[in-house]
T-cell receptor, first 110, second 106 residues
Framework: NAGVTQTPKFQVLKTGQSMTLQCAQD?????MSWYRQDPGMGLRLIHYSVGAGITDQGEVPNGYNVSRSTTEDFPLRLLSAAPSQTSVYFC?????????FGPGTRLLVL | RKEVEQDPGPFNVPEGATVAFNCTYSNSASQSFFWYRQDCRKEPKLLMS???SGNEDGRFTAQLNRASQYISLLIRDSKLSDSATYLC???????FGTGTSLTVIP
């Protein structure tokens, strides 16, 4: 099992560009989520999904879109990147009490 | 108000010391509680879930106090390898605290 995989590992964007962060899991988990982690702010929940076709907003959803067309994949889209979105992004999947995190994507928006 | 609050530290302790971290949570309906460990520039990994009766895993003990709405993590006989950031979390949507930095000094 690969667990949770994320691509890319690193990305540099210019303000206004769009991109999609990919996340996939092979553990057949229904629950998947996206977090951003910033110094002094900890992990903040962006969006989450409790199953294919179902998504909902977390603490900081503005500027991000998600979709869940399959159990395995949960991509995160930045529609128009802003410097405030410079962060480390973690995808996670799990069950009721346990979440497994991907290795993260480091994003720099100039 | 944040769902989960914890002291960011840093905690610098000598090898062999006992150290304790606390987190408070705001949603009294929360049912799931846990501690994660995060090494520098790595993803968080589950350290232990926290059960109502408290639970222990080797040198690590987790406690839940529902009346005061806090969870705690006790590390006994600290090792150099315990140096990391410890994140507490709760809730069906898995909210996390900001993390507490621990450095164990030789």
């Amino acid at each position: 099992n690969a667990g949770v995989t994320q691509t890319p590992k690193f990305q540099v964007l210019k303000t206004g560009q769009s991109m999609t962060l990919q996340c996939a899991q092979d553990m057949n988990h229904e629950y998947m989520s996206w977090y951003r982690q910033d110094p002094g702010m900890g992990l903040r929940l962006i969006h989450y999904s409790v199953g294919a076709g179902i998504t909902d907003q977390g603490e900081v959803p503005n500027g991000y879109n998600v979709s869940r067309s399959t159990t395995e994949d949960f991509p995160l889209r930045l529609l128009s990147a802003a410097p405030s979105q410079t962060s480390v992004y973690f995808c996670a999947s799990g069950e009721q009490e346990t979440q497994y995190f991907g290795p993260g994507t480091r994003l720099l928006v100039l | 108000r944040k769902e989960v609050e914890q002291d960011p530290g840093p905690f610098n302790v000598p090898e062999g010391a006992t150290v304790a971290f606390n987190c408070t949570y705001s949603n009294s309906a929360s049912q799931s509680f846990f501690w994660y460990r995060q090494d520098c520039r790595k993803e968080p990994k589950l350290l232990m879930s926290v059960y109502s009766s408290g639970n222990e895993d080797g040198r690590f003990t987790a406690q839940l106090n529902r009346a005061s709405q806090y969870i705690s993590l006790l590390i006994r006989d600290s090792k150099l390898s315990d140096s990391a950031t410890y994140l507490c979390g709760t809730g069906n949507q898995f909210y996390f605290g900001t993390g507490t930095s621990l450095t164990v000094i030789p």
